[in-house]
């Protein structure tokens, strides 16, 4: 039972994985960074919905017919076509060949693009299915500038407390939003454990400390 329950653990982790939005959500990053600015929700939303050039062809979350399919599929090839870094940096693929864009979004937009219509479809489908919370323009607006970091709960040079005031007949359509927020604070704050020794006593306990460092990208550019 035990194997047969790990077995369906990997199986989850590797749909999950094989997501397009989680290696949209690096490519929007690097696309954001060379301009400036930061990449939000609303994008990697609008990133999974290829409209035609005049703006009124949205994906059908039933299932995409034969042109949309071409569109979506146009969108990933220009992704991988999209420089992250400046050419005086860049990446080697397994080849040896040097690359401006992300290794592992080059990888996984191929997969995409691989992949029978159907199938296709029906994981574009999904991937937008789950952030459809993030195309309603009043929560765009809410979350596309922040005027706090999550270490100012902990750092900042006066106390910080953070509220979040949902409308009670909203709470259960904005819980993904909600869930997210409360995810991200406790990761960012619980990134280490420090030891430390309580006076007066032999017993050792750990305490959460947050990390001021921030994370280095998967693959970093040489130069």
Known sequence: MQKRKGKLARRALDQVGNQPHHRLILHLCYVAKRKNRFATLAELSNS???LMSDLTMPLDLEGMDEQQV????E????????????????WHLRDGQKTLVHPVVLEKMQEMLNREDKEFSGVLST?????????????QRSIEE???????????KYPVSLYLVVPPSDIERLKPLLR???TMAVNRLT????E????????????MRSSRRVRPPPATPDR
């Open 191 to 194: 990134e280490e454990l420090e």
């Open 70 to 73: 071409n569109v979506a599929r």
């Open 180 to 182: 997210l927020i409360f």
């Open 48 to 50: 999974l919905t290829p």
């Open 75 to 90: 969108y990933f090839s220009q992704v991988m076509r999209t420089p992250h870094v400046e050419s005086t940096s860049y």
């Open 127 to 139: 991937a937008k299915t789950t952030l459809i919370l993030y195309s309603d323009p009043l929560v």
């Open 196 to 207: 430390v020794r309580t006076p007066g006593s032999s017993r050792r306990s750990r305490r």
């Open 146 to 156: 922040s005027d706090f970091t999550i270490n100012d709960l902990k750092h900042f």
